[in-house]
């Protein structure tokens, strides 16, 4: 019999937080990223790929499925983690943001909101507890509540307004979810508000009343800056409930990372290592680094040699700058496994410092290698 | 100290032929089919997926690599095998056939042809001696004469002489070669002829008399009919030395493959399996597959579950289906990595077969398998 979603607090640095949660597809080390898997894979990865990265978890993008192959067709195939041939844990996010940022002629009502899916105009309604259908379907270990996402600038009025659809939302979504939480799933709660610290406080305060197996704090990462993101962080985290996981979404940059690690989140994830990695760039404990760059052409140092990642110390830059220059797939390809690689090898490092109560030193010493940056070129 | 390109020829059954070369960097069984690294990848392929598919030789193009990222560049970084992390044998084309199809502004003497990049613009010359000189800058294993490849139709007059160019271009690659002949590198010269037998044969004959380290059949698979390529194969390859190998340039489809083995060919290069997989097409012993047709989208069997390669076995075609529809990246990965895998699979069956004289049968199961179609959608 699979094992039943828990969480397990092993030890804090700070306000940083080493722990460990239980799927019914196995267990994650945290804190954890993510890599994000969003029509079903990562982009550019094999599977295999993704596990030898470090990954325990995936993020799947309801938004996507839902509108191609359909979450009925992924359970008559019997589910994503075989669809993908993943067989670790798979968190699903629940379509809210992406309805928000993707789709067109959105319509908002206290019971659901239809949208024209930006692939070929269809008509489709996410309601709180279609989410949690379509999540069952696709058969993720974590589901996340459906909430209503706010484009930023927004009025006060308008952000509480969304902030308590939200919660009225998540109690919908904890009832839809009842048989699921039985068989042993977990179900997340996400904490809105924007950039007001009150409303923000309110909403993790009343939906850990309500009571979930975890928090996310959604509605950043949207355009602001660090600092607006860091300090809602920072007002949020304490009001959470300390013995169960903390996810900020579609975070971020490394330097995003290990500052929200700092203030007590436990669980990341985003697009950003593949994207960019689509584009180019390679993160690196030297910081990011752009392989377009003409200075690489004639390099024949790998990216890091001190990498624990093979790509990265297998291919020299000069061979990750030609692929790049000449669009190749398997720079693309070379690119995004090495930055996800990095990002693991990242939370490695901070699982490590904090089990040893050396987060400080670490996250002192991870920012110098950024800031001193790339080594001198030839 | 590495070895000397030589060739054993194994066994014959009928025209065809099992044999084994050697070159500098390991041995390649033939018939062999040679993937394309057109850029100094074969795209979308990590170099250890390349071997997975059982591949032992690929194919590197002058063209390409001379305008980016240069020979020099690539000797200076160690050579292309180092470059690109392919420790196996590598042929090079002399960049002939990419001059006439992609280049503008061709200028043709006895000398040289000179031509302008069709990346950007800047212009290059390009000779019997500097063909060699860049081949050997990217460290070939076996190298190619350059010729002077028309666009098809042409007059007999226009062939005759642009094949009489080619063989004085063969000579003086020879020449040029000999220092690289001595340390064990290979040298092929390159049949011209069009369709017209009778400058085929003289070609082949005045080539022989030359003696290089093997043959090409060129200046094919250029559009015309396959019974017109047949024909010329057929024609030619008997007046070929017997005790060396024998290439058909940029050939083919599986049934040209099996078809040429049958008239007595031993390599091959196409960059059909990764362009078609890039585009959806997968090659199987069921013939060829498009996974974009919606009848694939609900099918949870594997593509072909007897293929000797995982990729084929692990995912659905109905995921297969939806990558390509998606247009994801891991979907032109996989195509061309079954693709390849199932060229090498056949390539290995012919070998097996004509070794234990069974081709004839081996070619008729083959064929069979291809008319029979694909397994019936579900």
Chains 1, 2 share one sequence.
Not at 184 to 200: A, E, M, N, S, T
């Amino acid at each position: 019999m699979p094992e039943h979603f828990s969480f397990t607090l092993l030890k804090t640095d700070g306000m940083a937080r080493r722990g460990e949660f239980v799927t019914p597809h196995g267990r994650v080390q945290t804190p954890a990223f993510m890599p994000v898997g969003t029509a079903a894979t990562v982009k550019g990865l094999h599977p295999e790929a993704v596990r030898e990265t470090g990954a325990e978890i995936v993020l799947g993008n309801t938004y996507h499925l839902m509108l191609r192959p359909g979450p009925e067709r992924i359970a008559a195939l019997g589910g994503l983690h075989k669809f993908m041939n993943w067989p670790l844990p798979i968190l699903t996010d629940s379509g809210g943001f992406q309805v928000m940022s993707l789709s067109s002629l959105r319509k908002l009502t206290e019971q659901a909101v239809t949208f024209r899916s930006h692939l070929d105009g269809t008509m489709f309604e996410l309601s709180p507890e279609r989410a949690i259908e379509i999540q069952a379907l696709l058969g993720a270990d974590i589901t996340m509540q459906l909430d209503e996402c706010l484009r930023l600038p927004a009025t006060r009025a308008e952000i509480e307004r969304a902030m308590q659809l939200s919660l009225r939302w998540g109690e919908r979504s904890k009832r839809a979810f009842e048989a699921r939480a039985r068989e042993g799933y977990g179900l997340f709660g996400i904490v809105q508000g924007g950039d007001d610290i009150p409303l923000r406080i309110e909403s993790a305060r009343r939906l850990g009343e309500i009571g979930f197996h975890g928090y996310a704090i959604g509605g950043l990462a949207v355009g602001e800056p660090q600092a607006v993101m860091l300090k809602v962080v920072e007002e949020t985290a304490p009001v959470l409930p300390a013995d169960q996981p903390r996810y900020l979404m579609g975070v971020g940059t490394p330097h995003d990372l290990i500052e929200s690690v700092k203030r007590g989140i436990d669980m990341f994830d985003c697009v950003m290592p593949t994207r960019n990695g689509r584009h180019g760039m390679a993160f690196t404990r030297y910081g990011s680094i752009n392989l377009s760059n003409a200075r690489h052409a004639n390099d024949p140092r790998p990216l890091d040699e001190a990498s624990r990642h093979p790509a990265a110390r297998a291919y020299s830059r000069a061979y990750l700058h030609h692929l790049t220059k000449a669009n190749e797939i398997l720079g693309q390809v070379l690119l995004s496994t090495i930055n996800i690689a990095y990002y693991q090898e990242l939370m490695a490092g901070m699982r490590e410092a904090i089990a040893g109560g050396q987060f400080a030193d670490f996250h002192a010493a991870t920012l110098a290698g950024w800031e001193n940056g790339d080594i001198p070129a030839l």
